[in-house]
């Protein structure tokens, strides 16, 4: 697969909101690493800077000590500041271009994408890798319109200039398909932390 290699495959999106009564997103977190997961995108939109700032630091320590990737979705500022491997965009992010030139060459660039065409845009302004979606029906991703299914996702993967990760209502049971598809990976929200067991639930998708 073109582009620069990633070296993980299993990529939680956090959603505090997701979470089972009583579990801290941080335990949440720490259990999916344990499970296998080997990155973690910090998403949590309505938190303010006051807030996500500790949270990124000890998200920060918990993915260091598992060795795991750590992507703070659109701030570029928090991932700077927390030693971040990178940052994910979306739609309303600023542009590719101007988050390379303020990231440098180093850090990684995930861009979320929901059209074979958007990939290629996204390779060409700079970016190391992509979500697509929503592949299967999911409650997180019902804006962005009807499930793409796993015909999309292949013709999205076919020579696709950046290693794509599947993204939206992803089973351990239909992993094998989308691998198969040509994805590089799986992106996870509440598959992993609404388990009453995260660890588990992580494992059941780094064993495919």
């Given amino acids: 697969m073109p582009g620069r290699a990633l070296d993980f495959s299993l990529y939680l999106i ?6 089972p009564p009583g579990r801290s997103l941080e ?3 720490r259990a999916a690493c344990q499970g ?7 998403r949590e939109k309505d938190l303010p800077a006051r807030a996500l700032y500790p949270l990124a630091c000890r ?13 703070v979705n659109d701030r570029i500022d ?15 992010s600023l542009p590719i271009a101007v988050a390379r030139r303020l990231l440098g060459p180093e850090r ?3 861009v979320s994408t ?9 390779a060409q302004a700079g970016a190391d890798f992509v979500t697509f979606g929503p592949v299967f029906p999911t409650p997180s991703k019902a804006a962005f319109g009807p499930p793409q299914g796993l ?10 200039p950046l290693p794509v990760f599947a993204l939206g209502g992803i089973t351990a049971e239909a992993t094998p398909q989308v691998l198969a598809a040509g994805a590089q990976g799986v992106a996870l929200i509440r598959a992993v932390l609404a388990a009453a067991d995260s660890t588990c639930a992580a494992r059941r998708f780094a064993r495919q």
């Fill in 151 to 160: 015909e999309a996702l292949r013709d999205a993967c076919r020579d696709a």
């Fill in 59 to 71: 998200l920060r320590e918990l993915t260091a000590h598992w060795g795991a990737r750590l992507f």
């Fill in 14 to 19: 956090t959603d505090r909101h997701a979470l």
């Fill in 108 to 110: 990684l660039i995930g």
């Fill in 114 to 122: 929901h059209h074979r065409d958007e990939i290629a845009a996204a």
């Fill in 27 to 29: 335990d949440a977190v």
């Fill in 36 to 42: 296998g997961v080997d990155a973690v995108q910090l």
């Fill in 78 to 92: 928090l991932a700077l500041a927390v030693d971040a491997d990178g940052v994910h965009l979306g739609g309303h």
